[in-house]
């Protein structure tokens, strides 16, 4: 049994919209791994296809947030491996800076995550999509989603 077949189903219930940036070389290639694979995840996943993580802001962010997301992730290519240099790791910095801000504000910084792959391992992608999904309904039972105003 997975992570998310013992998730509580009143905590389930309120996880319906989870953003995903991928960038479109590792990200992109790893989901498309496990969908050849036919490597179930949860449906509440919706994946957004971005040239690079490094193009994503807290503007992005928070638009999704602000337009019903329970969640935001950005899934990029592993360190020293970004095709476009390093955006990978601006990503991350700047994820590191929205959770401190999440943090300050009183919310749960599980809200919004960072994660690497690599496009031949679809299994990846797919555990990333679990921790998601783990690290929210975790972040509910102490503190409420984000629509609630934790």
């Known amino acids: 049994m997975s992570d998310c077949e013992t998730i509580d189903e009143n905590i389930r219930e309120k996880i319906q919209n989870l953003v995903v940036f991928m960038c479109n070389e590792c990200g992109q290639g790893s989901a498309n791994t496990a969908g050849v694979a036919r490597m179930a995840y949860d449906p509440a996943i919706r994946i957004i296809r971005v040239q690079c993580t490094g193009q994503v802001g807290p503007t992005q962010i928070m638009d999704a947030l602000n337009n019903g997301a329970d969640a935001v992730a950005c899934v990029g290519c592993c360190l020293g491996a970004c095709h476009f240099f390093n955006g990978n790791i601006l990503s991350m910095h700047r994820i590191k800076?929205?959770?401190?801000?999440?943090?300050?504000?009183?919310?749960?910084?599980?809200?919004?995550?960072?994660?690497?792959?690599?496009?031949?391992?679809?299994?990846?992608?797919?555990?990333?999509?679990?921790?998601?999904?783990?690290?929210?309904?975790?972040?509910?039972?102490?503190?409420?989603?984000?629509?609630d105003g934790c």
Do not use: H, P
């Open 97 to 147: 800076l929205m959770k401190k801000v999440f943090k300050e504000l009183g919310y749960s910084d599980q809200f919004v995550n960072q994660y690497t792959s690599r496009a031949a391992e679809g299994e990846t992608s797919v555990g990333d999509f679990e921790d998601i999904v783990e690290r929210l309904s975790n972040a509910i039972k102490e503190e409420g989603t984000i629509k």
